[in-house]
């Protein structure tokens, strides 16, 4: 594959993910609320829903998303039920200023890796973006394994960098926070990040 069009794809991915929106809100939300540490398996997840998604699109399963409408749907909505309930143990969670949260053992991290997952599979609108893209750089039916793998590498370098630019930012935000008001502040404002970004997966 040229290098001219990984790196087409890769600039017409950084502008359209590198936007904020309901994934990058739940993200900045989580972090400011917990920590960093915490959002690790969201975001790890996120990144292999989305590798998913573009394979789904190199191979040509563009129908899968219509053959399995209901079951797209029900992803969706679980992951927008988890933001919801993300959001209100944010909003009630009790004051901790010193120190990062850490997820509470593995069934904690396996549920926020659930949780980037759903949030990720639930929008096949991911694939449309690749399925609309993808063809004007390679030719689709034609893809090899070297092919997929350096689109798939550069997809998840470009995700890595914008993913973690924002947790950077939201971790520098919350060293600021020292006050237990100015935590309270934050845990409300990453509840409310958690729950907008629910309602605009839920609406789509």
């Known amino acids: 594959m040229e290098i001219t069009s990984l790196t087409v794809f890769a600039v017409a991915l950084l502008l359209s ?8 809100a739940a993200l900045v939300g989580r972090v400011l609320a917990k920590g960093w540490r915490d959002v690790v398996p ?6 292999f829903g989305e590798a998913l998604w573009l394979t789904l699109a190199v191979v040509g399963l563009a129908t899968l998303a219509e053959s399995f409408h209901l079951a797209f749907l029900a992803i969706k909505y679980l992951g927008v039920a988890y933001l919801v309930y993300l959001a209100w143990k944010m909003w009630t969670a009790p004051i901790e200023v010193a120190g990062e949260a850490r997820p509470k053992g593995y069934g904690g991290r396996l549920k926020m890796f659930l949780a980037g997952l759903t949030v990720t599979l639930g929008n096949p609108k991911i694939m449309v973006f690749y399925l609309a893209l993808l063809p004007t750089l390679i030719e689709v039916g034609q893809v090899s ?6 689109i798939t590498v550069t997809l998840l370098i470009v995700l890595m960098v914008i993913d973690v630019c924002y947790i950077v ?28 970004a629910a309602a605009v997966i839920a609406v789509r």
């Not at 993910?17 to 990058?24: L, R």
């Not at 969201?42 to 990144?47: I, L, N």
């Not at 394994?145 to 350096?150: C, E, I, N, S, V």
Request: charged fraction near 15%; proline fraction near 6%; charge should be positive.
């Open 145 to 150: 394994f070297t092919d997929w793998a350096m």
């Open 169 to 196: 930012m939201a971790s520098r935000a919350r060293l600021l926070l020292k006050s237990p008001r100015a935590m309270r502040l934050a845990n409300r404002a990453g509840a409310t990040a958690m729950g907008g």
């Open 42 to 47: 969201f975001v790890v997840a996120m990144w």
């Open 17 to 24: 993910a590198g936007s904020p929106g309901p994934s990058i």
